[in-house]
């Protein structure tokens, strides 16, 4: 089986950029888009296309046709009623256009199959490339490149980053993107595909395998069209990088809701998770799990230890913490006696020397370093669990300064606990601002070391 | 089985309050609680007790012992080292003080078992019930009664409501106190009680049970000292409200961790959970359950039927929701021939008529309101999920006001899903306010419709 992949590097970075189907009204997709283009500070040309034009659109010499410009075009982004979007789709093809954004919906999910193979017809016969229909397209911040038609005051736009997110679905992707600042971790690309009548998520994945900036995979999934390609190229990623996978479309009633969604043929949803752990995914089961998941592969090293020290502020949460554990198949290391001699020479006489250690409400910074760097050194401790209830008198700025520092060694995995209102979301901020990946709770932070470490372990077997 | 019950009215709702280790030292335990009686504006008087105390005290009359007071005193929170505490107790039952708190830690779960039997024999002896020791104590913002001693910017307060919380860790206590807030929903009581070794989970139980400002109860226990008088208890209360409730120590190691942290002796989860569920307890998975639960079942009414109308403004969100119903046991109304035709006159023709319904990315409050009035006539509808993704175009504080309006009927249960950064936590915010419960998925939101649904029928197969 030879494997072909659309070639979508114009389609994620490129030199210039037609807008077809701007237009001066605000609420009008075509508007938001070319909008964004001016917001982000896109670098090359950008020109507006409506079959109205007349003169200049929102600053910039509009044309009637992408035919009329001329000049070299990179990517396209389509954004006019379905019924046009053949003709304009031709014209691209005809224009020398070098990759598509076809963001209309109405196509196959509605029922309009035929609609939709012409543009298959027409991207066969100009081999022309193009994401969608049906879909939001793609936001890449280095390539100040973003198709989202979606006011940026509702969306919080993340960082730059490793982690690169890939959703079949259009709401989910912004709902999911939108959080992304939020959990402090950092944005490489975003893709979202739709109907994926000719990009696929084969392409996609084979793009991203290839992207240097692309530390993490993460994928929603209703559908795979070319479900063996999909899984052959995977196997040769995840030797090198996580692919995050949650599918939609796992009860049989959601086969059929992915159906009219998507357009996609979702297969049993055991046959497909089979398959993903095979090949060394990581199988997410809520949407929450992909960021708690990106964050911890983003910023920590790997282990295939499952030895976790555990420290705390709050005894509730050690006991937490050992359920967590034991739930996700992790365990609490035995501790050498040099280990326990020393913790029991720093701490006071009330802290009980050993697994979860509670360090007492009133532990500041100084007698939680003075933990962890005894614990550190010893060979039976894989990775940390470090719980900093904030709302105590010790936790303070200070601490996540500390941890942070601790955390930056790299040298073994550290996630932290922390849950509560304002004062902890600033200090989580911090943390997370740092690398120091922050979990609500003990049950969060065990499943994404649990993640973490079971694939530390399949990429050791295979390599 | 005749249970007796320690009166903790004095407790709870005091009209004086001596605070014994009062300190003008501001890290000091005694100094905070004072502080927060005084920030709270407790409306009876407050007498600082220091046994180095020599005139004022943080701007009040000073006492060296209780004793020297020589006015009646409901309440006592004792602030002092372990050894000293028996000798304060001592005092308050001679000074006939009716309740006491202590705070103090450093007695059977240190391993000072003698020291906390010393305690118990004091109470016996001037029938004198105590909360404690090992704990935060109690807040009754009714009673502007609040013993916590974690710094109030640290913990963003809740507002006035109907959900009662207790908990025998203090940290589990505190973190998802600091969460309250921001799930919108109000507090009637906090309890964290700690070792237990006098007012246990049935004495509290049993106050709740009584008290017209508690809708609902939200408990954290990790092992009920009297088990079979708190199943006996509860057995009544959950017919008339009902008692969410999550165990810590439910694995092997968790139940050694739970004994160390407050002494208790966890039986098994197994155990635990089948006399929970005959007794019709809502059991929460996770600490997130506490709060996705108390919401729901504070604002919205009770429902036997399983039969969820979902729509939504995002296509992958609804095929989630349909997996997330099948997962909990919830399905799908079958629409009235009255509906489908209602509903196929009033949604665009791009609009999919049946579940879950897709109602556009460009869906605005009056296209909500027109599928929500028309299914709500449907009989076979019996709660709604309805999912409104912020961060479309066409969902804005409108949207937020009429889901509201439409929320507040109570005719059926209501559960909105959102997801997102701030312009989508402004107004999830706004909807939490006024009484929708909102969820970050469709998951999250289905569990707690199904626990909703789970009390109901329990409840009116009791009745």
Redesign the interface.
């Known amino acids: 089986m030879k494997t072909q992949y659309a070639d979508i590097k114009s389609i994620m970075d490129p030199k210039s950029v037609a807008v077809i189907g701007a237009s001066e009204k605000p609420?009008k997709v075509g508007h938001?888009i070319m909008q964004n283009y001016l917001d982000v500070g896109f670098q090359g040309p950008i020109y507006p296309i409506n079959i109205n034009a007349n003169g200049k659109l929102m600053g910039r010499q509009a044309y009637r046709t992408i035919l009329d410009v001329k000049k070299p075009i990179d990517l396209a982004v389509i954004a006019i009623p379905a019924e046009m979007v053949p003709e304009a789709l031709e014209q691209c093809g005809k224009a020398g256009v070098k990759g598509v954004v076809i963001v209309s919906?109405?196509f196959a999910?509605?029922g309009r199959k035929d609609l939709e193979e012409k543009l298959v017809k027409i991207s066969k016969k100009y081999k022309l490339p193009f994401i969608g229909p049906n879909c939001l397209g793609v936001m890449d911040l280095r390539a100040r490149n973003d198709t989202l038609f979606?006011?940026t005051?509702?969306?919080?736009r993340p960082k730059i980053g490793g982690v690169s997110f890939v959703?079949?679905?259009?709401?989910?992707?912004?709902?999911?993107l939108?959080?992304i600042?939020?959990e402090g971790f950092g944005l490489a690309h975003f893709i979202s595909y739709g109907n994926a009548s000719v990009v696929d998520e084969v392409d996609i994945l084979n793009y991203l395998a290839n992207d240097p900036d692309t530390k993490v995979i993460v994928f929603?999934l209703?559908g795979a069209r070319r479900g063996k390609e999909f899984i052959e190229v995977a196997r040769k990623v995840t030797q090198q990088k996580p692919i995050v996978i949650i599918k939609?479309?796992?009860?049989?009633?959601?086969v059929?809701?992915?159906h009219?969604?998507?357009a996609s043929l979702a297969g049993s949803y055991e046959a497909y998770e089979a398959v993903f752990r095979q090949n060394g995914f990581v199988i997410a089961d809520?949407?929450?799990d992909l960021l708690y998941y990106a964050k911890i592969f983003e910023t920590q090293p790997l282990t295939t230890g499952n030895r976790i020290a555990v420290i705390?502020?709050?005894?509730?949460?050690?006991?937490?913490a050992?359920?967590a554990?034991?739930?996700y198949g992790l365990t609490?290391p035995e501790l050498t006696k040099k280990t326990t001699t020393a913790l029991r020479k720093a701490m006071p006489p009330?802290v009980?020397v050993g697994m979860?250690m509670?360090i007492g409400?009133e532990a500041n910074s100084q007698r939680y370093m003075e933990a962890l760097n005894i614990l550190n050194e010893d060979p039976n401790v894989d990775a940390f669990m470090v719980i900093t209830?904030?709302?105590?008198?010790g936790a303070d700025e200070k601490l996540a300064d500390s941890l942070i520092q601790f955390a930056s060694q790299k040298k073994k995995p550290v996630v932290a606990v922390?849950?509560?209102?304002?004062?902890?979301k600033t200090h989580v901020a911090l943390l997370e601002g740092s690398g120091v990946p922050v979990y609500?709770?003990p049950?969060s932070a065990a499943k994404a070391l649990s993640a973490l470490i079971g694939y530390a372990k399949y990429k050791k077997r295979m390599i």
Request: aromatic share 8%.
């Open positions: 609420e938001i919906g109405g999910e509605v979606l006011p005051y509702k969306i919080d959703s079949q679905s259009g709401s989910v992707g912004s709902s999911t939108d959080l600042s939020g929603y209703e939609g479309g796992i009860s049989p009633a959601g059929g809701a992915a009219s969604h998507t809520e949407l929450d705390t502020n709050g005894g509730g949460h050690g006991v937490l050992t359920d554990l034991y739930k609490f009330v009980n979860p509670d409400g209830l904030f709302q105590t008198p922390a849950t509560g209102g304002n004062y902890t609500d709770s049950t």
